[in-house]
């Protein structure tokens, strides 16, 4: 079964050899404080910092989830307040968990048709966290690397949290222009679930040491603190880490991959745009994502198109949330091949 599901998705093919590599070298029953571990987490923070153009200033971190991430920001990162700009249902369940944590959250929800209008978002004081969901994998929306600068240049004195789950290692983000990015494996970096990245400025470390919240197994001062000597406070997702490792080893540097992920998608955008039954969800082209198309049809079409693609061993993206009965996705990410996008197409088309 091919899944075109935007996440857990496709993996790369090598991911079963990688796996059997990693049983002959040992590395599944490998100590996590022994020097081979820390070697390979080096490495692979290396490979990470390098194929992705994340700054050498900053500092990559390994989690269990996107998740937890969110849950990491609200207990070691955020103070007081944090602002949630958002249009769909990540950013929304996003500023749910941190309003348990941190009662002073704020949600500030824009239209999905709309853009992010960033002079709208000036914040006062200083040390809140500003919240953004780069690719809203509900709705298939995203904010461009623009707009995030923007809101950068309007609030240089507070922290700022990407959710780029479904994106990063899809497109090129400017992660300069924010202080902490994070995202989970099993979207565009084509990995089996089960981790989470976090990307985190020096600004972002130097608060977590300020605010010196220390009491939960995950918090950031104590990861900040292990990570110092490549380790991690508790067993981490070992075999991951190497997978993630020779993933990276063996992509092309982002550059590339985002060129291939826009012309999927503007091929996406040719097949779709004469059609009569199937049409993108968002009209606003500037505002789509490109690694999650969604698009909306009748329940009863959209019923029958997954059955047929699931009858040649493809899976489509089920809708998300509210829009789950009008709306299916594709995952447009790098591990999916050129030849399995034509036979989806194929089995589309007459159905357009
Ligand atoms: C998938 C997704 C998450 C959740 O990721 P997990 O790895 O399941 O925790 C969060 N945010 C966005 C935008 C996502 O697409």
């Known amino acids: 079964m091919i899944s075109f599901y935007p996440g857990p998705s496709r993996v790369y093919d090598e991911i079963p050899l990688f796996v059997k590599d990693a049983h002959r070298l040992g590395i599944m029953g490998i100590n996590h404080r022994s020097a081979a571990f820390m070697k390979m987490l080096e490495q692979t923070v290396k490979l990470l910092k390098s194929k ?3 700054p050498s200033s900053y500092t990559v971190f390994f989690t269990s989830s996107a998740t ?28 749910d968990y941190t309003k348990r944590l941190k009662p002073a959250a704020s949600p500030y929800v824009f239209h999905p048709e709309d853009e992010l209008s960033a002079v709208s978002f000036i914040f006062p004081g ?18 461009s690397n623009h707009i995030i600068k923007e809101i950068r240049k309007n609030n240089p004195f507070h922290i700022i949290a990407v959710d780029a789950t479904s994106s990063m290692a899809g497109i090129k983000l ?9 995202a989970s494996v099993q979207k565009c970096f ?14 972002a470390l130097s608060r977590a040491e300020v605010i010196k919240e220390r009491n939960h197994y995950n918090s950031l001062h104590l990861i900040i603190e292990k990570m110092k000597d490549w380790q ?12 993630l490792m ?12 985002h060129e291939q992920t826009l012309n999927r998608y503007e091929h996406w955008v040719d097949f779709f745009s004469n059609g009569k039954s199937i049409k993108f969800y968002i009209h606003n082209n500037g505002l789509r994502s490109n690694t999650v198309l969604t698009l909306s049809a009748t329940p009863k079409l959209i019923q029958k198109i997954k059955k047929l693609t699931a009858d040649k061993g493809m899976l489509l993206g089920e809708g998300y949330g509210r829009l789950k009965a009008d709306t299916f996705r594709i995952a ?21």
């Not at 070691?76 to 369940?93: D, M, P, Q, T, V």
């Not at 084509?190 to 600004?203: E, T």
């Not at 447009?332 to 357009?352: C, G, S, T, V, Y």
């Open 52 to 54: 992705l153009e994340i």
């Open 68 to 95: 937890e991430c969110w849950e990491i920001i609200a207990q070691s990162l955020i103070s007081k307040k944090s602002h949630h700009i958002y249009n769909g249902a990540f950013g929304e369940r996003w500023f």
């Open 126 to 143: 200083a040390n809140d966290v500003i919240c953004i969901t780069q690719n809203e994998t509900s709705n298939g929306t995203q904010v």
């Open 174 to 182: 400017d992660f300069k222009n924010a202080d902490i990015w994070f």
């Open 190 to 203: 084509g990995l089996p679930a089960g981790m989470g990245i976090m990307v985190c400025s020096k600004n």
């Open 232 to 243: 991690t406070p508790y067993t981490p997702n070992v075999l991951g880490i190497y997978l």
């Open 246 to 257: 020779r993933v990276m080893e063996q992509v092309k540097p982002i550059n590339d991959i």
């Open 332 to 352: 447009n990410f790098p591990a999916i091949k050129d030849n399995e996008i034509r036979n989806l197409k194929k089995l589309l088309q007459p159905h357009l």
